[in-house]
């Protein structure tokens, strides 16, 4: 059954680095997510993307974040200079256009700013 | 802005007892609701998905109903089993089809042998 990929699982950076988290979202899905969910809180949408653009973006989503589509089959999510509040996992989801539309979850990176 | 809360936080109960666990959410106008099961420091597995028009879906021993004018949707556990336990979150989509999933803070179960 194909589902979404997600690497690293663990990456544990210093504050101020700049860290790349990679997805592989499903092969035929057309719409893709990232959310976050700091420890103990809710999962949090941050951004969807759709045909090279992103769609729709949280207020989470300020300028140290960016996201990618470097090719046909990965999406990055980009954190420019990482803080201690950055620490959460980190989930894509994607989902196929003639679906019922539900979003398939990766397993997530646990991002730890030291 | 919607608001998706579920009932109760933690839930603790013997193998073998049926089981509700409860979300609200504040508005209406949604596009459709997934249940989800979160383990400890794993990923999200989808359990269920119920769009606006149907009143419920089953899977199994599971069960969940959507209320949508009253902003009410339950997740029914039968029988249940040690392995159940875990984190439930429940979550909606408004936007269209292609709306961005907001999330409950999750109830907790725990089904002791």
């Known amino acids: 059954e194909p589902e979404v990929t997600q690497t690293p699982s663990h990456q544990v950076t210093q504050m101020g680095q700049e860290v790349i988290l990679r997805c592989v979202p499903i092969s035929n899905h057309l719409y893709f997510y990232w959310y976050r969910q700091i420890l103990g809180q809710k999962v949090e949408f941050l951004v969807s993307f759709y045909n090279n653009e992103i769609s729709e973006k949280s207020e989470i989503f300020d300028d140290q974040f960016s996201v990618e589509r470097p090719d046909g089959s990965n999406f990055t999510l980009k954190i420019r200079s990482t803080k201690l509040e950055d620490s959460a996992m980190y989930f894509c989801?994607?989902?196929?256009?003639?679906?019922?539309?539900?979003?398939?979850f990766g397993p997530g990176t646990r991002l730890t700013v030291l | 802005k919607q608001e998706v809360t579920q009932i109760p936080a933690a839930l603790s109960v013997p193998e073998g007892e049926n089981l509700v666990l409860n979300c609200s959410f504040t508005?209406?106008?949604?596009?459709?609701l997934q249940w989800f099961r979160q383990d400890p420091g794993k990923g999200l597995t989808s359990l269920l998905l119920i769009q606006s028009s149907q009143r419920e879906q089953t899977s199994g021993r599971l069960n969940a109903s959507l209320d949508k004018s009253s902003g009410r949707s339950t997740l029914y556990i039968a029988a249940s089993q040690p392995g159940d336990s875990a984190t439930y979150l429940c979550?909606?989509?408004?936007?269209?089809?292609?709306?961005?999933?907001?999330f409950g803070k999750g109830t907790k179960l725990s089904v002791k042998p």
């Open positions: 979550a909606v989509k408004g936007g269209g089809s292609q709306g961005n999933l907001i």
């Open positions: 508005d209406s106008a949604i596009y459709n």
């Open positions: 989801a994607s989902i196929s256009r003639g679906s019922l539309n539900e979003q398939f």
